[in-house]
């Protein structure tokens, strides 16, 4: 790492199950980590992040634990994960592990007990409510669609699961379940472990359990206690020792992530939001096509952006993650090669001129677009084949259905690695568990690093540039021209120096901007000169002295 200081550092996202499967079961692992090891550190990156590895049934990939402390022998063994922690380390990567602490597998040990008698002591370990045999304790949706409530025949009770059926929602009120979670914590602290990724964390604590108006969010999104139990998190785990910590929060807002963030209140590192990805939801609604809508995509970036850095927060900054369409095909032009290797080029550096963490999901950096299925058979996502039933359910065209699913599944990101033009894309030699991207034999990370020109270096390149310019990680930001239909701007100032970022987000040629100075150094483009105006995608970083 180019800093001792946390925030210079930049994050690769692995998704183990799609990343690089070593033993033929086609299902990537931890030695399929190991053995890209080099590559990570090529690209430049200072930790990786692996989405849940533990043991689950797997309803949910992984984020559905049954076992907090062993590892899913389909990825391997905690032997190997020892070695990946090891050959990391001496990579100079550090590794981050994803917690998920609101929610365990109904198939844990906790659970099992918990629902084995109202009796027993592990019941207040979960969120058990009466109701009715036909009515819910309260009519609160889940994530996953469906009532949040799952009723339970032999003891004649709902327990909370606010994801999939087979997620029951952790009861934080109880302080020897919340002793159990940081011994836990501890014990991969003490195993190694250099950070942590806190799945919703911001949904721990539970408010008034009555019927809502909407979903049920207000009754538990950063909920009535969820500072005082991450504060005490915090101090009985990673609290002053060198642990990276982010959490994911679900519609949280700016002044919640400052408390979850500012230094003063030991809490988290950073955190991630998700309002600039909704940007594409016409009226609330994820399943549906339609373009995004540019200005708010900025206005929102924007607002977090200046208010975080005034409130002495701090943001993980992304496009994408295992939850998320590829932005290329989503923010850029995946239809020819030209489009496609300009409009990621661009979304990369108008990115990582940002102020906070930035995160690489795996394929971003070769500008992997979506997987384009065809069929329904071709997605394994528990949201997506819900969503495609309650769709066709509806009476929309299957084809219809299908393209909606071609855009807004979080499938799209969870194809397998395109690695070289081999058959699988290199990814394994067995049977994938989920079918590889069509256009793999072009798009590839072995014809990336063949390229100097390709999308790979542009992110290497943006890597080594936050690593050396203390302005990326410190400078204020400053808006330009949020009502521009084409351009993205903005400034970062720091110790009489400035970074402007001017990024085309058309696929059309633009003058430049009025009132923006554009003096300077280039410090990277996704074009090779200067002309007046500014062509399709075209991207710059320039840099100036102000002295």
């Known amino acids: ?6 925030r210079k550092s930049v994050v690769y996202q692995i998704y183990p199950k799609s990343f690089n499967d070593t033993s033929g079961s086609g299902q990537g692992d931890i030695r399929g980590v190991i053995e890209k090891l080099d590559y990570i550190r090529f690209l430049g990156a200072d930790y990786i992040w692996l989405t849940p590895i533990y043991e689950s049934p797997m309803y949910d990939n992984g984020y559905d634990i049954s076992n907090y402390y062993e590892v899913n022998p389909q990825f391997g063994t905690k032997d190997d994960l020892r070695e990946l922690l090891d050959k990391a380390h001496d990579a100079g990567i550090r590794v981050m592990m994803d917690i998920v602490i609101n929610h365990t597998s109904t198939a844990h040990q906790w659970f099992v007990e918990s629902s084995s008698s109202k009796d ?3 019941r207040d370990y979960y969120i058990w409510k009466d109701g009715t045999y036909d009515v819910p304790p309260t009519n609160w949706e889940s994530k996953f669609g469906g009532s949040a409530w799952e009723y339970d025949d032999d003891s004649n009770q709902y327990y909370l699961s606010l994801f999939d059926v087979t997620q029951a929602d952790l009861n934080w009120e109880n302080e020897d379940m919340r002793q159990k979670i940081y011994e836990m914590i501890n014990y991969w602290i003490d195993f190694g472990v250099d950070g942590f990724r806190f799945d919703v964390i911001n949904l721990i604590s539970k408010g008034g359990f009555k019927d809502s108006d909407g979903e049920g969010k ?3 999104t950063d909920g009535p206690k969820v500072h005082e139990y991450i504060h005490e998190l915090n101090r009985h785990t990673f609290g002053g020792r060198d642990i990276m910590t982010v959490g994911e929060m679900s519609s949280t807002t700016i002044d919640h992530c400052l408390k979850y963030t500012h230094p003063d209140r030991n809490e988290l590192n950073s955190v991630f939001n998700f309002h600039h990805l909704k940007v594409d939801y016409p009226g609330g609604e994820k399943w549906t096509l339609a373009a995004f809508d540019f200005i708010k995509l900025k206005r929102i970036l924007m607002e977090w952006q200046v208010a975080m850095d005034e409130g002495n927060g701090w943001n993980a900054i992304f496009w994408c993650n295992h939850d998320q369409p590829r932005v290329v095909s989503r923010f850029g032009k995946d239809d020819t090669e030209e489009n496609r290797v ?20 795996q394929g971003e950096e070769i500008g992997m677009p979506n997987p384009k299925y065809e069929r329904i058979d071709q997605y394994k996502d528990v949201e997506s084949l819900n969503a495609f039933d309650t769709m066709r359910e509806k009476g929309l065209d299957a084809r219809m259905v299908l393209d909606i699913l071609g855009a807004k599944s979080r499938d799209n990101s969870r194809s397998p690695m395109q690695w070289d033009s081999s058959r699988y894309g290199g990814f394994t030699e067995g049977e994938p568990w989920i079918s590889v991207g069509k256009d793999y034999e072009k798009i590839n990370a072995a014809q990336a690093l063949e390229d100097k020109n390709s999308v790979f270096y542009t992110y290497k390149k943006l890597i080594e540039l936050r690593h050396h310019y203390d302005i990326l990680t410190y400078g204020d930001v400053k808006p330009y021209l949020l009502d521009d239909d084409h351009l993205f701007v903005y400034e970062r100032n720091y110790s009489e120096e400035t970074i402007t970022v001017i990024a085309n987000f058309r696929d059309v040629k633009v003058p430049y901007p009025q009132g923006v100075n554009t003096e300077g150094e280039v410090l990277i483009s996704n074009y090779d000169d200067k002309v007046a105006g500014l062509r399709p995608f075209e991207t710059m970083m320039l840099y100036r002295q102000n002295r």
Do not use: C, Q, R, V
């Open 120 to 122: 027993n002591a592990y």
């Open 218 to 220: 207000e009754f538990y």
């Open 1 to 6: 790492m180019a800093s001792n200081d946390w």
């Open 342 to 361: 300009k409009s990621a080029k661009m979304l990369a550096i108008a990115l990582h001129g940002l102020k906070g963490t930035p995160y690489i999901y």
